[in-house]
């Protein structure tokens, strides 16, 4: 027997019952995210706070000399040491956000609480005015608005709120930040760096240019720098090409055929090598085939000092063709001319890391050596690109 409802689904007695289904969705909003940072990093964090603020507070009761404890430290100078210990690379943490939001927040603090009579106005005013000039002048630093409020709360109780011991307290903080920052391995202050476009075919889903657009229309406050947005969903990429790829080698990409010349030969021998397989590229070895260099077309080019193609093919064959003199200046052999930093890939590294090292280093031919470092085989961008066309990898 039932009442006239159904024992399934959602009870809906009144209009209030649906919206209550959807409540632990709601709540989840309020629920702390994971932070995907190991113990040590927070004990680095922990220990960075507790020198920033003792390097600070002990280098202005030194230099002011002051019995109180207010007259030579700011509280606000608390929260800047969160920012600049947890989260360096945090836009809102490099030295002119933290030195100039905090003195610039501080002056406008003061200037409320002397011109405005009323504490409430004066103290509205003064963290919005503070938010208005730090974004106008890029020191965006959320310990700003404290610092402008307590301008305010300090004046109204009739104490002393000097702006330049806010700008004393930040300096310090900053100094030290620099210092421990750069011993435990974190970047600081945390330059941007301008990504590089990559080159048509490198299989880049993205560049700076797009990275730039999408900013553009989100119009929005990022509490991370834009390099370090754009590494990470990089990073993020490559991880998903991974978990597509699965278990792909560098030795199952590789071309095992390789063309190779040793140090000592012939500019002449490795340019016939390279017309005749139609070849942009050589690795250099020593007699038991380890990887001592590579030459390529641009490394003929740049010997030729040839700055158009007017006068290229003559300006070539002199350039290989030996002089036959017992004492030349010119390179005779490619060892003279190859480049000897090279990058290389062991047979066993995961495929998907040939795609940093083409769309990022700019390198299009990637030597494959075993645990020898002898050469087994070779990689070049357009095989690469193939390999991943003809297994849908690039697919969306």
Not at 178 to 185: M, Q, V, W
């Amino acid at each position: 027997m039932t009442n006239g409802t159904s024992s399934s689904g959602p009870r809906r007695d009144h209009a209030g019952a649906a919206p209550l289904l959807r409540l632990p969705n709601w709540l989840q909003a309020f629920l702390p995210a994971p932070m995907a940072i190991n113990a040590r990093e927070r004990l680095r964090a922990f220990a960075g706070g507790f020198v920033g603020i003792f390097f600070a507070a002990a280098t202005c009761r030194l230099l002011i000399g002051a019995p109180a404890m207010t007259a030579w430290l700011v509280a606000p100078l608390g929260a800047s040491a969160v920012l600049v210990f947890a989260v360096p690379a945090s836009p809102l943490a490099q030295p002119w956000s933290v030195i100039g939001g905090n003195t610039i927040s501080c002056l406008i603090g003061l200037g409320c609480a002397a011109w405005i009579p009323d504490p409430i106005i004066a103290a509205a005013a003064a963290v919005s005015l503070a938010i208005l000039v730090m974004t106008s002048l890029r020191c965006l630093h959320p310990p700003g608005g404290a610092m402008a409020l307590s301008g305010v709360l300090v004046h109204s109780a009739g104490g002393h709120f000097p702006p330049g011991t806010a700008l004393l307290n930040s300096a310090l903080l900053v100094a030290a930040g620099i210092a421990y920052n750069t011993l435990t391995g974190r970047r600081y202050p945390h330059v941007q760096v301008n990504t590089p476009t990559p080159a048509p075919g490198t299989g880049a889903r993205f560049d700076a240019r797009d990275l730039d657009a999408v900013l553009a229309r989100y119009n929005q406050v990022l509490d991370v720098s834009r390099d370090d947005l754009g590494t990470l969903l990089a990073g993020a990429e490559l991880e998903g090409y991974r978990r597509r790829m699965g278990d792909v080698r560098c030795k199952d990409v590789m071309t095992p055929s390789v063309i190779s010349v040793e140090f000592g030969s012939t500019l002449l021998e490795a340019w016939a090598l390279m017309r005749t397989h139609k070849i942009k590229a050589l690795p250099v070895v020593d007699r038991v085939r380890r990887v001592i260099g590579i030459v390529t077309m641009w490394d003929f080019m740049r010997g030729t000092h040839v700055d158009g193609h007017i006068g290229f093919g003559a300006s070539l064959r002199k350039f290989v063709l030996p002089d036959g003199l017992n004492h030349s200046e010119k390179p005779e052999v490619v060892g003279q001319i190859m480049t000897h930093h090279t990058t290389v890939a062991h047979q066993d590294r995961h495929a998907v890391d040939l795609m940093h090292l083409f769309t990022e280093t700019g390198h299009h031919h990637i030597p494959v050596v075993d645990d020898e470092r002898r050469i087994i085989g070779i990689v070049t961008q357009s095989d690469f690109m193939r390999f991943l066309n003809q297994r849908n990898y690039l697919a969306l």
